[in-house]
């Protein structure tokens, strides 16, 4: 297995302006743009918030994701010649030109960005990122926000999961990329993944722009593509103690092979010589990362059989086969009897260590499945996830919306017929409540204005979805969640690595009560809203009330 360590933060910075450049959005924003702008009020000082309304995949958190890539997207913001040409052929021919000519010297100078921090872990109706700044910029900057902060935030919160589900002890591999959405899906997942808890991404793309380890043997084309032990070249090794003779690898691993097949009982007959010939052929290209996948025919009457005598032949030149892959059939079941064999080849041979080889099981894993392991007898040490993890095929999106909550000061409100999708209104801070044991268990939206909640002492607040009903809590420790990363153009915050995000996921979801982050059935997470901002919405629903009857009066 391999790793890659590389300070890759400006190939990152050119894949952010060459995958997310401004005309990466909707055209509707445009339009806005425009008709701000023919109406003067483009330069309007505006607030939007970003956020999720129901944590995903039915529990009970999410993770906070993407918002790396954003600031570097904001500082890169400009549009070019090109860029301004095609939306000339884009927007009606009505169009003032010099609104053009404002786009082409338009960047977010005049931006403000405050957001929780990324990694966090975060709950439905928090406001994770504040974008405030000229009308015109920050309407569009919209979509291409989303589009960085969803799918990283949902995979992100994928792996926690499986991450949960697999417990501390077994490697995770990510392996998804052939079943992404597309290249930029499979990239984005693996750098997401890695940050939510998995170990190893099978992705070089990404160990080379994101530092993160990668991993990786043979598939079963391989194994089938030979058919005779003929076919291995070069047929000899050269043992790791320094002895200059080559050692002749076939004969040695025949040899070994009558002994494991008589140490367990087993035809040599019915093993497939074809697998022989790729065992031995990869082993003398990698003899230090020896991992095959023993399955393309049968496990138990050749596979297994095969990796022992090919495995016993290395380590007697002196070298540390790495164990093997299951990729059909039931692991469970699979990864006992590998185990079983490994422990009497171990005994029999005198090799102590060669018992603790790696079983990797990769097979379609699902959530559920990952949960199986922990219910069954097994022996895998490793698990690789593709498909499930990377297409989120438990919940396809977040549904991360970027609403406007204040105009030129002054607080703006969506009142919807759906309660669901009313906005609240006003710039807000946010506070996590601990505590005395250390978990959080409140998170309280406030209004900036306000002053910030304090340990020890109680306060009022509403529950968001409790039917306006007032609790009192006192919090043993008081956390803001808000940091300005984003001023005048420049990132103010330092970027972190995807090791470094990582790390601060895990010790997030440390935090966190246990029932909280269940993977089924979660209590649920208490959001609420100061009592300024509880009776703030209650006036302007008030107010929209009102004024709705004296329109329908005149």
Same mark, same amino acid.
């Given at each position: 297995?391999?790793?890659?360590?590389?300070?890759?933060?400006?190939?990152?910075?050119?894949?952010?302006?060459?995958?997310?450049?401004?005309?990466?959005?909707?055209?509707?924003?445009?339009?806005?743009?425009?008709?701000?702008?023919?109406? @003067?009020?483009?330069?309007?000082?505006?607030?939007?918030?970003?956020?999720?309304?129901?944590?995903?995949?039915?529990?009970?958190?999410?993770?906070?994701?993407?918002?790396?890539?954003?600031?570097?997207?904001?500082?890169?913001?400009?549009?070019?010649?090109?860029?301004?040409?095609?939306?000339?052929?884009?927007?009606?021919?009505?169009?003032?030109?010099?609104?053009? *000519?404002?786009?082409?010297?338009?960047?977010?100078?005049?931006?403000?960005?405050?957001?929780?921090?990324?990694?966090?872990?975060?709950?439905?109706?928090?406001?994770?990122?504040?974008?405030?700044?000229?009308?015109?910029?920050?309407?569009?900057?919209?979509?291409?926000?989303?589009?960085?902060?969803?799918?990283?935030?949902?995979?992100?919160?994928?792996?926690?999961?499986?991450?949960?589900?697999?417990?501390?002890?077994?490697?995770?591999?990510?392996?998804?990329?052939?079943?992404?959405? @597309?290249?930029?899906? %499979?990239?984005?997942?693996?750098?997401?993944?890695?940050?939510?808890?998995?170990?190893?991404?099978?992705?070089?793309?990404?160990?080379?722009?994101?530092? &993160?380890?990668?991993?990786?043997?043979?598939?079963?084309?391989?194994?089938?593509?030979?058919?005779?032990?003929?076919?291995?070249?070069?047929?000899?090794?050269?043992?790791?103690?320094?002895?200059?003779?080559?050692?002749?690898?076939?004969?040695?691993?025949?040899?070994?092979?009558?002994?494991?097949?008589?140490?367990?009982?087993?035809?040599?007959?019915?093993?497939?010589?074809?697998?022989?010939?790729?065992?031995?052929?990869?082993?003398?290209?990698?003899?230090?990362?020896?991992?095959?996948?023993?399955?393309?025919?049968?496990?138990?009457?050749?596979?297994?059989?095969?990796?022992?005598?090919?495995?016993?032949?290395?380590?007697?030149?002196?070298?540390?086969?790495? %164990?093997?892959?299951?990729?059909?059939?039931?692991?469970?079941?699979?990864?006992?009897?590998?185990?079983?064999?490994?422990?009497?080849?171990?005994?029999?041979?005198? &090799?102590?260590?060669?018992?603790?080889?790696?079983?990797? @099981?990769?097979?379609?894993?699902?959530?559920?499945?990952?949960?199986?392991?922990?219910?069954?007898?097994?022996?895998?040490?490793?698990?690789?996830?593709?498909?499930?993890?990377?297409?989120?095929?438990?919940?396809?999106?977040? %549904?991360?919306?970027?609403?406007?909550?204040?105009?030129?000061?002054?607080?703006?409100?969506?009142?919807?017929?759906?309660?669901?999708?009313?906005?609240?209104?006003?710039?807000?801070?946010?506070?996590?409540?601990?505590?005395?044991?250390?978990?959080?268990?409140?998170?309280?939206?406030?209004?900036?204005?306000?002053?910030?909640?304090?340990?020890?002492?109680?306060?009022?607040?509403?529950?968001?979805?409790?039917?306006?009903?007032?609790?009192?809590?006192?919090?043993?420790?008081?956390?803001?969640?808000? *940091?300005?990363?984003? &001023?005048?153009? *420049?990132?103010?915050?330092?970027?972190?690595?995807?090791?470094?995000?990582?790390?601060?996921?895990?010790?997030?979801? *440390?935090?966190?009560?246990?029932?909280?982050?269940?993977?089924?059935?979660?209590?649920?997470?208490?959001?609420?809203?100061?009592?300024?901002?509880?009776?703030?919405?209650?006036? &302007?629903?008030?107010?929209?009330?009102?004024?709705?009857?004296?329109?329908?009066?005149?």
């Amino acid at each position: 297995m391999a790793a890659s360590s590389r300070d890759t933060c400006g190939a990152t910075e050119r894949s952010i302006r060459d995958r997310v450049p401004p005309l990466l959005t909707d055209l509707y924003q445009f339009t806005m743009a425009y008709a701000y702008w023919r109406a @003067g009020r483009h330069q309007d000082p505006a607030v939007f918030e970003l956020f999720f309304r129901d944590n995903p995949f039915g529990g009970g958190f999410s993770l906070f994701a993407g918002l790396h890539d954003c600031l570097l997207f904001l500082r890169s913001f400009r549009f070019t010649d090109d860029d301004v040409g095609f939306l000339r052929s884009v927007l009606p021919p009505a169009t003032d030109p010099a609104f053009f *000519q404002f786009l082409r010297g338009l960047d977010c100078s005049g931006v403000t960005l405050r957001s929780v921090p990324e990694g966090t872990v975060v709950f439905a109706r928090v406001p994770l990122m504040e974008v405030a700044g000229p009308l015109a910029v920050v309407q569009l900057l919209e979509t291409s926000l989303l589009c960085l902060v969803n799918y990283a935030s949902l995979v992100c919160s994928n792996a926690a999961r499986f991450r949960l589900a697999a417990g501390p002890r077994r490697r995770l591999l990510e392996m998804g990329l052939r079943r992404a959405q @597309g290249p930029d899906g %499979g990239l984005t997942a693996s750098r997401y993944t890695h940050i939510g808890g998995f170990d190893l991404t099978s992705n070089v793309q990404a160990g080379f722009l994101f530092g &993160i380890p990668v991993t990786g043997t043979m598939a079963h084309s391989y194994v089938t593509s030979f058919n005779s032990l003929e076919e291995v070249s070069p047929q000899t090794l050269v043992a790791q103690n320094g002895d200059p003779d080559p050692v002749d690898f076939i004969s040695l691993t025949k040899g070994w092979l009558s002994r494991v097949c008589e140490l367990l009982g087993a035809e040599s007959g019915r093993v497939r010589e074809g697998e022989l010939a790729a065992f031995l052929s990869y082993a003398v290209a990698y003899p230090q990362n020896f991992l095959p996948v023993i399955d393309s025919y049968s496990v138990g009457c050749s596979g297994l059989l095969n990796f022992c005598a090919v495995a016993l032949a290395l380590w007697e030149l002196g070298y540390r086969p790495v %164990g093997v892959r299951l990729d059909s059939g039931d692991l469970c079941r699979q990864s006992v009897e590998v185990r079983r064999v490994l422990r009497l080849c171990s005994e029999h041979f005198s &090799i102590p260590a060669f018992e603790s080889l790696i079983i990797v @099981g990769t097979n379609n894993i699902s959530e559920e499945s990952m949960l199986e392991l922990n219910e069954k007898a097994n022996e895998i040490d490793a698990v690789g996830v593709g498909t499930h993890l990377v297409t989120c095929t438990k919940q396809p999106s977040l %549904g991360c919306v970027y609403k406007l909550v204040e105009v030129r000061g002054k607080p703006r409100m969506k009142i919807s017929e759906d309660p669901e999708k009313s906005t609240v209104p006003g710039r807000k801070d946010v506070y996590r409540l601990v505590d005395a044991e250390g978990h959080p268990f409140l998170d309280l939206v406030c209004l900036a204005v306000e002053s910030p909640p304090q340990a020890g002492v109680s306060l009022s607040c509403y529950p968001l979805g409790c039917d306006d009903s007032c609790i009192s809590v006192t919090p043993a420790q008081v956390t803001c969640l808000r *940091q300005e990363v984003f &001023i005048k153009g *420049q990132i103010a915050h330092p970027l972190c690595s995807a090791a470094e995000t990582r790390a601060k996921v895990q010790s997030s979801l *440390q935090t966190l009560h246990p029932r909280h982050k269940r993977l089924q059935e979660p209590h649920s997470y208490t959001v609420a809203l100061s009592e300024k901002l509880h009776d703030l919405v209650t006036e &302007i629903q008030k107010g929209s009330s009102n004024s709705s009857r004296v329109l329908v009066a005149n």
